[in-house]
Each structure stands twice: as C-alpha cells, then as structure tokens.
C-alpha cells in the first residue's frame, strides 16, 4: 500500500488536536466548578471535596482517570461527577472536529476556542442561572485577538460585531424592564453578545438572537406551562452561537436567494 503522507499528517493533526482539548477541558471543569464562586482557577490543586486529598496527576488524566477509577474517588470512593469526564470527551471532539474540518489553521483555533467558551458558559449558565465575566470579557478579549487572522479588515468586522451585540442586547434589556417592569435580562447574557459579536460579526449577532429566542421558546414554553421558573437563556444563546458560527455563511447565502425570488 502506497503511504499517504498527506492523509497522514491530517490523521496526526486531528488527534494532537483532540489531545491538546481534552486538556483544555479538564481546565473547563475547573472553571466551571470554580468561577461562579469567585475562586482561583489557578491555586489551589483540585481536592477531593468529601475526603480532602489531593487529586494526583495520574488520577486526573483526562477521560481515562474517570474511567479507570470507576467514577470515583482513589481514597474515599465518593463519587465523582459524570460531568468531568463528559466535558474533557466534549471538548477533545470539539478541538479534533475543528482540526479536522479547518485543518491546522487560525480558522481551527478560532473555532475550536469560541465553541470551549460557549460549552462553558452553556454548563454553567444551566447549573447557576450565571455567566462569569472570565467567559464573556475574556472571551471577548480573545475573539479580538483571533479576529487579526483577517488583518484590520477582520479586527474591525470584529469590534463592529461586539458592539452591535452589546447594544443590541442592552437595548433589549433596557426596552424589557420598561415594559415588564422586571429584569427580562441578564447584564451576563450582555457581555456574552459582545463576546459573541467578536466572533460571529453583527449579522452573526442578528442570526444567534434569531436561533437562541426560538430554541429558547421551543424548549421552555412546554416547561414552563407546568411550572413558572427563570430561564437559562445563555443556553440556547451559545446553542445558536455555535449553529452560526459554523453555517451562519451558508444559511445567509441561503436567505439572499431566498429573497431574489
Ligand atoms: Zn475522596
């Protein structure tokens, strides 16, 4: 059989990628565990919360360790949460499929980094009803930085993006408490918009506004019927992020023609 250097190099691409996000996950369930408490995502190492030992380094081996220790703890056996080792599997695909879908390029590790943002704040946005700024003005922060793949041009497509995601929203926001007389908006889903912007463009705003608010209502009209609760919209927002980021190109194309007949 004739080596296909090219296929090759692609294969070993996509699997350090995946690598390289399975540890990026693991950092994500440090975040996700520890940002919404206004702690250290750096100091101090991760603990056993029932029996207080220190995780080894060997014990904390992405996916593996969770599956070798049987979900739980070396010392204690005290359970440990499917979510880890869900997150670590979710986000090695993410940086493998973007690897593979973009090859090794900027493109990649824009993709590849906005979707482990919005997988974060999807998680914890579920879990608190809140967006920790690190995901939003540092997502923000770096969808800028990534955005100078595209020279100027693609820094300012950015920076127009991130403040139609702002204003929009905080348009919204304003318009809502002014006729509901409540806070029909989080200041976290905001800055999440601005972030979003920065990455998608502010077509790619109007597009994720669009899908979040029919995702949202496709879902939770049938909940809340049953029972009146606040709604995680952050969800449905970095759903519809995502959905854009990856076909908002396609399914703009898609509308153009749409309207020329
Ligand atoms: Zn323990």
Redesign the pocket.
């Known amino acids: 059989m004739p080596l296909d250097v090219g296929g090759a190099a692609v294969a070993a691409g996509v699997v350090v990628a995946g690598l390289l996000g399975s540890l990026f996950g693991s950092f994500l369930n440090v975040c996700i565990v520890r940002l919404p408490l206004d702690q250290s995502v750096v100091r101090p190492r991760s603990?056993?919360?029932?029996?207080?030992?220190q995780i080894a380094w060997y014990d904390n081996v992405p996916v593996l360790s969770w599956l070798m220790l049987g979900g739980?703890?070396?010392?204690?056996?005290?359970r440990i949460s499917v979510q880890y080792p869900l997150v670590e599997a979710l986000v090695a695909g993410l940086w493998a499929a973007a690897a593979w879908w973009y090859g090794l390029t900027f493109d990649a590790l824009t993709a590849a980094t906005f979707g482990t943002i919005l997988l974060g704040i999807a998680v914890t946005d579920a879990r608190h009803l809140l967006i920790p700024d690190e995901y939003t003005w540092g997502g923000l922060a770096l969808g800028l930085l990534l955005a100078l793949r595209g020279g100027w041009g693609g820094l300012l497509t950015a920076v127009i993006g991130a403040g139609v995601g702002f204003g929009l929203l905080y348009g919204i926001a304003w318009a809502g408490e002014r006729v509901f007389r409540e806070e029909a908006m989080g200041g976290g889903d905001i800055k999440m918009m601005a972030m979003v912007g920065a990455f998608v463009g502010w077509k790619g705003v109007l597009l994720t506004l669009f899908g979040g608010a029919l995702l949202g209502t496709l879902v939770f009209i049938p909940l809340s019927i049953k029972k009146r609760r606040l709604v995680p919209f952050g969800v449905f927002l970095a759903a519809a992020a995502g959905i854009t980021f990856v076909l908002g190109e396609a399914i703009f194309r898609w509308y153009e023609a749409f309207l020329r007949v």
């Open positions: 603990r056993c919360p029932r029996c207080g030992s739980r703890c070396r010392g204690c056996r005290e």
